[in-house]
């Protein structure tokens, strides 16, 4: 029997409890009786910023409590990001499953100390490693304790300011029996372009059923009520009116592969 289809998404960064609660709410609605493995996603802060301008947090045990009562009033899993090993046990109180994001998906003792959590760690590949690299990002984790590993991919850096995605990548990590994810919103985007990161919203419907077309296990993606007011990843993140259609999609591709 296949697999449900993993989802992870919700907002780039936790801005109020009211924001999360509103994207939660809709998620959950759309999701309600269909074949899903979801977890709901909100950065509680944001360490690896274009400018010391862009917004990093509204506290960090305030943001993170935030996603706990979110999760527990809509009875989902919840996931964050960490980016040191304090974080990694100050999250760990609070969510279900920890991020490990692309620019520290080699830090050894970070990926120890969260596969030592025993929670599920999602580890991004990062945009300038392969698949080889991976697989060793993977092992580390294991090494630390964990046995439920998601290797997510977010795009290759492609120049200066633009990012490519080679769903080569994806297909080998599938075939080496690792749980991959794609993640549809960060791989459109364009590094570090302006005081946030520009995207090019158009390319996530199509990259993202490529990707189901190519074997993931689930797809990664970023949405938010108010785009253009978002405090982060304005330019990436999926429209929350437009989730809907979003997963419909992926579902009725996922079904037929």
Same mark, same amino acid.
């Given at each position: 029997m296949k697999e449900s289809l993993i989802i992870i998404a919700g907002p780039c960064v936790v801005e109020s409890k009211e924001m999360l609660f509103e994207t939660a709410d809709t998620l959950t609605s759309i999701l309600e009786n269909k074949d899903v493995e979801f977890y709901f996603k909100? =950065? &509680?802060?944001k360490? #690896?910023?274009? *400018?010391? #301008? *862009?917004?990093? %947090?509204i506290g960090d045990e305030k943001a993170l409590s935030y /996603?706990? @009562?979110t999760g527990e009033k809509f009875g989902i899993k919840t996931l964050t990001d960490v980016h040191s090993i304090a974080e990694v046990e100050l999250a760990a109180r609070y969510v279900d499953v920890l991020q490990i994001p692309a620019f520290l998906c080699r830090q050894t003792d970070l990926l120890l100390a969260a596969g030592k959590t025993g929670k599920t760690i999602n580890v991004k590949k990062g945009q300038f490693v392969g698949v080889n690299t991976m697989v060793k990002a993977a092992e580390k984790v294991e090494r630390g304790g964990s046995d439920r590993i998601f290797i997510t991919e977010r795009g290759t850096f492609f120049g200066y300011h633009d990012l490519v995605v080679d769903f080569r990548s994806m297909i080998q990590l599938v075939n080496l029996g690792y749980t991959t994810i794609y993640d549809a919103t960060h791989s459109v !985007? !364009? +590094? =570090? /372009? $302006?005081? !946030? %990161? $520009? $995207?090019?919203? @158009? &390319? /996530?419907? +199509?990259?993202?059923?490529?990707? /189901?077309? *190519?074997g993931v296990n689930g797809i990664f993606f970023e949405t938010h009520p108010n785009t253009e007011k978002a405090l982060s990843d304005a330019a990436s993140q999926l429209p929350l009116d437009k989730a809907s259609e979003f997963i419909n999609v992926l579902l009725e591709l996922y079904g037929k592969i």
């Open positions: 909100a =950065s &509680y802060k360490a #690896n910023r274009t *400018s010391y #301008n *862009s917004f990093t %947090s /996603i706990r @009562e !985007q !364009q +590094p =570090s /372009i $302006g005081e !946030q %990161s $520009g $995207g090019k919203k @158009e &390319y /996530i419907f +199509p990259l993202a059923k490529a990707a /189901i077309a *190519s």
